[in-house]
């Protein structure tokens, strides 16, 4: 087998780019020059049309939740299916930096579970914090020389710590891949909570579907107890709602390209066959996940993504504004530089309805952020110029947005709950409430964060470094 660099080489656009074909350009081109186009009725026309960025944003968002509630209209809880052959080898990949704080929580919510992994190895990125104290004391592991390994049998399961120095979080989990022989491997971020059945949904998920490469367990946020840290928790819990229920909605199309790392599972065989993650790429989850999909169009696999909605699991979340546009500039960052490396796959017809629908859509998403903090600057203009005979009419289509948004929110979040029983934090008046105020705050900062993404982007990259857990030191 050729080694993993070498596979990354030979398949990864960012190295071995393909040529762009029209459609592709045509879009790349055009979604710009609209935006300018549609900015510039503000300085040049008078009525309604003035917001015409406004507009479009609103219709543009509009035809997405109609095209969700479409896909998702018979969606509901189902049991898992009885696997009717050999159960895949199922392991774990923790990746940690300096998380001595909650490594304990992650490692005994998978030795609690009823169908525990076989192998759990702690991908260390060359933590300087009193992880090898915390791994000592709770499980009598040595502390094993950079890059090597050290191991303990608990019950069932092979407990192992592989002390990487330093490279990132891809790195981490690259040398892991290379180290862990299971046929199905699960990611897990050390700031993640794995909730009761989630490793018997995602084994059941691969025991019955061969042709399943990838899936992404439903997270939830956890943002401590604080004051901020409710607040946040509240609006974010709704937004991974409506996240969640249009990954599934895509999945539907065979177009699921956003894979949560924190929480998903990949067969072995596939990932290294596709060179593993990217350490160059913000957001490695993500990018691996078009490679995946454009080896299987390459090579004529008939290879699926998924969303186990049996699966959850809780994530520790931003609590607080400046750690919120941290995350948001890394998210959004490693989005643009994935749809840069791919725009040879946007609006191609070789790729199926992941290139004429799904990237298309993603390449509209570039700057759907600029859309909707260009049409808030225009209403605060023209509030402040009191201009209100033109605010007026733009208010009423935004409480008209607002009401769209409310019905499809609670019809969708009922939905939600039979899809994967949780309800805990989901409760009607709160969902009524994030729903009304989210346009004038929460929606904003999205905004902002996806702005300061385009700088990262700009900027060639931003790093993962160590966080401060708000949510999960709660609980330990």
Not at 100 to 109: E, K, P, T, Y
Not at 170 to 189: K, Q, S
Not at 192 to 217: D, K, N, Q, Y
Request: charge should be positive.
């Amino acid at each position: 087998m050729q080694s993993l660099q070498a596979a990354f080489v030979a398949q990864s656009p960012r190295l071995s780019p393909r040529p762009v074909p029209l459609a592709g350009r045509l879009i790349g081109f055009a979604t710009p020059l609209l935006f300018l186009l549609l900015t510039a009725q503000a300085f040049w026309r008078q009525g309604l049309i003035i917001w015409s960025v406004g507009i479009a944003y609103i219709l543009y968002d509009t035809a997405l939740l109609i095209f969700t509630a479409w896909q998702i209209r018979d969606l509901a809880q189902a049991p898992p299916p009885a696997p009717t052959g050999p159960q895949p080898g199922f392991g774990v990949i923790v990746a940690a930096y300096n998380e001595a704080g909650v490594i304990r929580l992650a490692i005994d919510r998978l030795l609690a579970q009823a169908f525990p992994p076989e192998v759990i190895l702690i991908a260390d990125d060359g933590s300087t914090d009193e992880t090898p104290a915390a791994m000592a004391s709770a499980y009598a592991l040595p502390t094993p020389a950079l890059g090597a390994m050290a191991e303990v049998r608990i019950d069932g399961s092979r407990l192992m710590w592989l002390r990487l120095p330093r490279g990132g979080k891809a790195r981490a989990l690259n040398a892991a891949l290379e180290r862990i022989d299971t046929e199905v491997v699960l990611t897990v971020d050390a700031d993640t909570l794995i909730e009761p059945g989630a490793i018997a949904a995602m084994r059941a998920a691969f025991a019955t579907e061969p042709s399943l490469v990838a899936a992404t367990g439903v997270l939830a946020p956890i943002c401590g107890p604080t004051l901020g840290g409710r607040l946040f928790q509240w609006f974010q819990s709704f937004e991974y709602v409506r996240n969640f229920l249009s990954r599934d909605a895509w999945m539907r199309l065979n177009g699921l390209l956003l894979i949560s790392g924190a929480f998903a599972a990949f067969r072995r065989d596939a990932v290294l066959a596709v060179g593993g993650f990217d350490p160059e790429c913000m957001v490695e989850d993500y990018e691996l996940i078009h490679r995946l999909h454009r080896y299987a169009h390459d090579t004529g696999r008939d290879w699926t993504v998924r969303v186990v909605g049996g699966a959850l699991a809780r994530t520790d979340a931003p609590a607080s504004i400046p750690a919120f546009l941290r995350q948001r500039q890394r998210w959004f960052g490693g989005f643009l530089q994935t749809q840069y490396w791919n725009r040879d796959m946007v609006g191609n017809a070789r790729y199926g309805r992941l290139g004429t629908r799904m990237l298309p859509v993603k390449a509209l998403d570039t700057v759907q952020p600029i859309y909707g903090l260009t049409a808030f600057v225009i209403l605060i203009w023209l509030i402040a110029a009191g201009r209100f005979t033109l605010a007026l009419p733009i208010l009423l289509v935004m409480v008209a947005k607002i009401a769209i948004d409310l019905s499809f929110h609670l019809w969708s979040l009922g939905i939600y709950k039979r899809w994967t029983g949780q309800r805990e934090g989901l409760e009607l008046g709160p969902a009524l409430l994030a729903a009304i105020a989210e346009p004038f705050s929460f929606q904003l900062l999205r905004h902002a964060g996806a702005i300061y993404g385009w700088v990262a982007f700009l900027r060639g990259g931003q790093t993962w470094g160590a966080q401060t857990r708000t949510g999960l030191e709660s609980h330990a």
